[in-house]
C-alpha cells in the first residue's frame, strides 16, 4: 500500500489543523492505519491509532480529548484531526498502515510495515 500524507501547515497555538492520509495500491479496509510525529532534536512517537473498521481509536496521552483519529473506507482516508494546536505539537507528521487486526493499546505497540511521507505541521506561540 502506498501512504501520502497531507493537510500540514502553520497555525498559531490554539488554532486546528486537519491532516490526510490517502492510501492506495490495496485493500484499505485491510490496514489498521496509525499516526507518528518526529518533533526536531526527538525520536519518532506515536500520536494516534485506528483499527481497521475504524470503531477502535488509541492516543498518546499528550493528545487524548484534543486529536481524533478517523478513517473513510470508501474514500481510502484516514484522517487527524487537531484542534487546540500547542507549540509542543510541532513536528513532522506521518502516517502508517499495518495488516493488522489488533485493536485498543495494541495499535499503538505494533510494528506498522508501510509509511507515507510525512507532512510538516508548526504550532507557534
Known amino acids: 500500500v502506498q501512504l501520502q500524507a497531507s493537510g500540514g501547515g502553520s497555525v498559531q497555538a490554539g488554532g486546528s489543523l486537519r491532516l490526510s492520509c490517502a492510501a492506495s495500491?490495496?485493500?484499505?479496509?485491510?490496514?489498521?492505519m496509525g499516526w507518528f510525529r518526529r518533533a526536531p532534536g526527538k525520536e519518532r512517537e506515536f500520536v494516534a491509532a485506528?483499527?481497521?473498521?475504524?470503531?477502535?481509536?488509541i492516543y498518546r496521552d499528550s493528545v487524548e480529548g484534543r486529536f481524533t483519529v478517523s478513517r473513510d473506507n470508501a474514500k481510502n482516508t484516514v484522517y487527524l484531526q487537531m484542534n487546540s494546536l500547542k507549540p509542543e505539537d510541532t513536528a513532522i507528521y506521518y502516517c502508517a498502515a499495518d495488516p493488522t487486526a489488533h485493536t485498543g493499546g495494541s495499535l499503538a505497540r505494533i510494528r506498522y510495515d508501510y509509511w507515507g511521507q510525512g507532512t510538516q505541521v508548526t504550532v507557534s506561540s
Open positions: 485506528v483499527s481497521r473498521g475504524g470503531v477502535s481509536t
Open positions: 495500491g490495496s485493500t484499505f479496509s485491510r490496514y489498521a
